[in-house]
């Protein structure tokens, strides 16, 4: 199998086979990412992705799970997507999910009936990075998407069937606007309503383009009891009517929570106020990781 670059996918698609139908990222202009940055982005070409897929089949004698590579997959055109759901099928039919990065433009660019046709061929679910409810925060991180556009591609994704994993940054807005990406976060997580929501912590690597403001002082990150606290205020106010499944344990986390809302909240809460009275309870930074 031919793959080109570094390759990244969600922490939950560890054990999935990954196919790469694009490389790179077609908007690659967050100021917080540093993903794909050696990359021109392209969509390959079909006869690429059959040969991939056809040797893959050859080495492994089951695959429960695909992940479609690299970074906004959900970018092709929704024909070229079912042939490639197509050859999965024939090829793996034991295959349980396929999963897809997509962004929120992606998404609302695809209607109701595409995105159904495309859970009947065999997607599951679709990773979306939202990063902060705040638009003046989207705004600053060249996010490429409005709060409104986040939430209504979301509630479109569960709308189809397809499954949502919605993920945000923990320290994003720094510490002056630590609090209005708590709230913020949290109405835009009660207005959504995915059926997974994932917080990672703000970790920046060089070719990050902000990591030269925090450099030079003019992002100042959060220290780990203030990230607690944004946790906090977070928690406290995603109000959700259906099951949301709720992830903070990312190698990035000062403190690893795992429930479901609403039923779990309290208890998250408990771990979240102990952890700021016993801060041995977090994770040192040298185990820290993206």
């Not at 009947?120 to 925060?137: D, F, K, N, R, T």
């Not at 591609?153 to 990406?181: M, N």
């Not at 309290?266 to 994770?283: C, D, G, P, V």
């Amino acid at each position: 199998m031919q793959y080109e670059g570094m390759v990244y996918r969600p922490p939950s698609e560890a054990y999935s086979l990954i196919i790469q139908i694009t490389i790179g990222c077609s908007h690659n202009g967050c100021t917080f990412c540093s993903m794909f940055k050696d990359k021109q982005f392209r969509v390959r070409k079909l006869e690429e992705i059959r040969a991939d897929l056809t040797e893959a089949r050859g080495y492994y004698k089951r695959v429960d799970r695909i992940f479609l590579a690299d970074g906004d997959a959900l970018c092709l055109a929704t024909d070229k997507l079912l042939t490639i759901l197509d050859l999965i099928r024939e090829l793996f039919p034991e295959c349980q999910r396929v999963g897809v990065y997509g962004s929120a433009r992606d998404v609302l660019r695809k209607s109701p009936e595409e995105l159904a046709r495309l859970k009947g061929a065999g997607l599951g679910i679709v990773y979306l990075g939202a990063e902060s409810g705040s638009p003046q925060i989207l705004k600053a991180i060249n996010k490429n998407a409005t709060r409104e556009e986040l939430i209504e591609s979301v509630q479109r994704i569960e709308a189809s069937g397809l499954r949502s994993s919605v993920t945000f940054i923990s320290g994003i807005g720094g510490r002056a606007l630590w609090q209005e990406h708590a709230l913020m976060t949290a109405s835009m997580i009660s207005e959504m309503q995915p059926y997974y929501a994932s917080v990672l912590t703000l970790m920046v690597e060089p070719a990050a383009p902000i990591y030269d403001d925090i450099k030079e002082g003019r992002f100042e990150l959060l220290t780990p009891a203030e990230v607690m606290a944004e946790m906090e205020c977070l928690l406290e106010n995603i109000h959700v009517t259906k099951k949301c499944v709720f992830r903070s344990n990312h190698a990035s986390n000062y403190l690893s929570l795992k429930g479901d809302l609403p039923e779990d909240r309290e208890r998250m809460l408990a771990q979240i106020r102990a952890a700021k009275e016993n801060t041995s309870m977090l994770k040192e930074e040298y185990f820290r990781a993206l």
